[in-house]
């Protein structure tokens, strides 16, 4: 039987303000809160959070306001963020940030995702190179970078830079607005795929996570979950892989890719002529 809790607007008032210092957060973080805020002490009743979330949201739907998650790619653990459903994510969500700030943030989400690799990711060189462009020093574009990774909008894996879990939950909208062609889902559970790999037959994505859930499944072998065909030697896309390019609807790759990606181009071929 689903949990049903009576919920007191100083109950809801207590968990959305957990959830904005919060600022994401995994799902038994927010278990943990909703126990503590309503007073469960019995796990049996934290099996279906949903009631929770769904009141929640109803509450703060007349501010713009809403619960969303995202799968972590490689663990599985679900992330929340109370997202901003009015407006332009990335300026209502940032509002820490100054003008410049902002634009500097913009300008590495986008160059992250439009990526040339298909890789969602930048090393850190070509994010600084990137960023200066835009203006301030490397050492002022570091320190920001550490910033935006602290409040979850970036993350650093292994020298790259990537999309935080924040930046993946609060910017659907932004992404399917103006990089449909860069968007991948994975096959299994239909989430967005920033790392993973790709079905060499059906050139569908999965998530490591899902991969690695349908490898057990299928005692030890990785098929594809939409075509059902073995992957034996899978093309990998993520920091440090060698990528799948994405193909794009429109023009030539050239023509149609976004100015951040031929930045980066341009950055690297620059970095060429430097050497010689």
Known sequence: MPMVIDDTDS??????????????????????????????DDDEGMKEIHPVIEATNASMSPFSLELRSAMDQTSGVR???????????????????????????????DGVFTEEQGNYSLSLHDALRLATKRGGTRAEIESLIRRFTNDGWLALDEGFVVLGARSIIELQSYFNVGFADYIRLCSLCKEMATSGVVCVECMEAVHP??????TEANGGQLSCPQCNRHIGQPRRFG????????????????ESEEPATQSIKKLRIEDSSDED
């Open 11 to 40: 109950e809801q008032q207590m968990l959305v303000q957990w959830c904005m210092s919060a600022q994401v957060f995994s799902d038994p973080d927010l278990r943990q809160a909703i126990r503590r805020i309503h007073s469960i």
């Open 79 to 109: 992330m929340w963020a109370l997202v901003n459903t009015n407006a332009d994510p990335i300026s209502i969500g940032a509002t820490p940030y100054t003008a410049t700030e902002l634009v500097t943030l913009k300008t590495l989400v």
């Open 209 to 214: 996570y899902c991969a690695n859930r349908v």
């Open 239 to 254: 920091p440090g892989e060698r990528g799948v390019p994405h193909v794009l609807d429109g023009g030539t790759k050239e």
